[in-house]
């Protein structure tokens, strides 16, 4: 029997990204960035959606030819159906169901927040079910508690802002250019963390805010540039390793509250901030405190990528779930 091949396609926000996998590994998975968003401090869902329709064909190509595929070897398509920019979910949306139309194959649609969980499978070592994964990206922040590739559901999530929204504006206010929280972390790595203490957002159960927090950000910073007019310059690494330490501790913290609920030790993270040097740092710490085993994927498999849409469309084509052509992507959308 020949090894299913699927091709995945991810286009949620501003990367245009196509893998392919077969049997539950990777084959390729190419990755296209678009910089036109640099100038205007953040995402333009406009350009977002017309840079998407310029890089699909080329990226999707790419994907194959690194893979050793023709389009007449894959056993189905599958793509991001939600949450996303729409605009930048109709192109991959369009465009996979016009390509599984076309072959006769099935079509897979994957929700993104769930991919990110399970890019925790690409490579060894795999976690153990059940297991809880800390996703935190720009748009979200998640407590997930895992019992099967199939079977997730949120424990704890963001009443406002998510984590990665927390960076970005902070490093908006520090006067960075954007995207400002890989900044935000390379600046740290040079700071003391403890110089500035920020507040811990006292929030009940396992849900999370950063709303009060960036608030608190920009009075310190508007209060101490009244004194001293170039406070942030002199103080800059001090200012961003203070920065990600709270938001750090106030993820980890209520993934150790979690766990104890929970009794789980299986540990994972992902998303594009699981990519930030601090929490990776600081989750081994926290590991070695509370005998936890933790997974953490490789910089490639934390930000948007495709990669780990086919994962999670593998395990969804094992287990026969696969999607309409008519069907509808959502910008918002609880896991499917």
Known sequence: MKPVHILAIESSCDETSAAVIAEGRILSNIIAN???????????PELASRAHQENIVPVVDLALKKAGMTPAELQAIAFTQSPGLIGSLL????FAKSMALALNVPLIGVHHMQAHVLANFIDDPKPSFPFLCLTVSGGHTQIVLCESPLQMRVIGETLDDAAGEAFDKSAKLLGLPYPG????????????????????PQIPHL???FSGLKTAILYFLQENKA?????????LTDICASIQHRIVTILLNKLVKAS?????REICIAGGVSANSGLRNALQTYSEQHQWNIYIPKFEYCT??????AMMAHYK????EFSPLDAIPSARAQFI
């Open 34 to 44: 678009q910089t036109v968003h640099e100038q205007y401090g953040g995402v333009v």
């Open 91 to 94: 192109v991959g949306s369009c």
């Open 181 to 200: 929280g890989p900044l935000i972390d390379k600046y740290a790595k040079e700071g003391d963390p403890g110089r500035f203490r920020f507040p811990e």
């Open 207 to 209: 849900d999370f805010s």
């Open 227 to 235: 004194r001293q007019a170039d406070f942030v310059e002199r103080n």
């Open 260 to 264: 104890k609920e929970t009794g789980i």
């Open 304 to 309: 948007d990528n495709a990669a780990m849409i």
């Open 317 to 320: 084509y094992l287990a026969g």
